[in-house]
């Protein structure tokens, strides 16, 4: 039994034509004639009727229809996993960053990529988390990080990290950030993220769980626009706990411990339907090596 065998088997199985099978397969009609005839006679059953307007399963064929798609599948999937694993895959992947790349150990993908790799190319788009699940599920960007669940059936998460965020402002506010009740803090300006994310659902339910209504508020999703902001006392943000130790480590920040601290998962996503791709694949492997995932 060969393998072009059943990819003429499946074709015409759901052409339903022999011609318009053979257009598919890219055989002639008398090819595809002699394909299914061998694989009927090795197989000791019928597997299509004559039909009026072309040809049907039988019972038997209708079967052996399921595994025959399961066989193509598996030496897809063996085949994708033999090239990736020669270091032969080549290709672009778009990948999207939802911070800033050392935090998502950006160089040392790329290391892992060169030495794996080396003929597989990717491109960096740098945007917020909701923007990077939009841009995967509408095929813009083919894989990204996020700062958020999976809510999306079609899309695939490997949890990576579950970093803390807390409320930040700048080192002269400390006194204030260590008594403030709702009344006070609702003074504050405050940074809020501009576009649909983890981000701005957490804080909205801080600012509900703690009765603060903010006077005035910033839109930014930039930590690089957010952090300035902290530091030189313009604003209260959501600051991660990496960056919250560099703020408090260097007297240029003080943090609001009253409000607590905020768990929010840090995903890798992809599309369920583009996990055999060689070049994902690839992808795939050196984040999980990258993050020990």
Not at 91 to 97: H, K, S, T, V
Not at 118 to 128: C, E, G, I, T
Not at 169 to 186: F, I, M, N, V
Request: include cysteine; charge should be negative; glycine fraction near 8%.
């Amino acid at each position: 039994m060969e393998l072009y065998q059943l990819r003429t088997f499946v074709a015409v199985a759901e052409e339903g034509n022999f011609t318009k099978a053979g257009k598919r397969v890219h055989a002639t009609q008398p090819a595809v004639s002699a394909h299914i005839k061998a694989l009927e006679e090795e197989l000791g059953v019928q597997l299509f009727d004559r039909a009026p307007r072309g040809v049907e399963l039988t019972k038997a064929g209708s079967e052996l229809m399921e595994d025959a798609i399961e066989v193509l599948a598996a030496t897809q999937k063996l085949q994708a996993r033999a090239v990736t694993l020669g270091g032969e895959v080549s290709g672009r992947i778009a990948l999207g960053l939802c911070t800033d790349p050392a935090y998502l150990k950006v160089s040392g993908l790329l290391s892992g990529m060169e030495k794996s790799f080396p003929k597989l190319n990717l491109k960096l788009v740098q945007a917020p988390s909701g923007v990077i699940l939009c841009d995967v599920r509408a095929k813009n960007l083919d894989a990204g990080f996020v700062f958020s669940g999976n809510p999306y059936g079609d899309l695939k998460a490997i949890k990576l990290a579950e970093p803390e965020y807390f409320i930040a402002g700048a080192a002269k506010w400390k006194d204030r950030l260590d008594t403030a009740g709702p009344d006070e803090l609702s003074e504050f300006t405050w940074v809020m993220p501009t576009s649909y994310c983890a981000f701005k659902e957490l804080q909205l339910q801080i600012f509900k769980d703690h009765a603060i209504t903010p006077v005035q508020t910033i839109g930014a999703d930039s930590e690089e626009v957010i952090r300035p902001l902290v530091v030189e006392g313009k604003a209260l943000a959501l600051v991660r706990d990496d960056q919250v130790t560099d703020l408090l480590e260097s007297g240029q920040g003080a943090i609001c411990s009253s409000l607590g601290r905020h768990p929010v998962e840090l995903n890798f996503v992809y599309r369920k339907s583009q996990a055999k791709d060689p070049a994902l694949a690839a992808l795939i492997e050196i984040v999980r090596e990258t993050w020990g995932a």
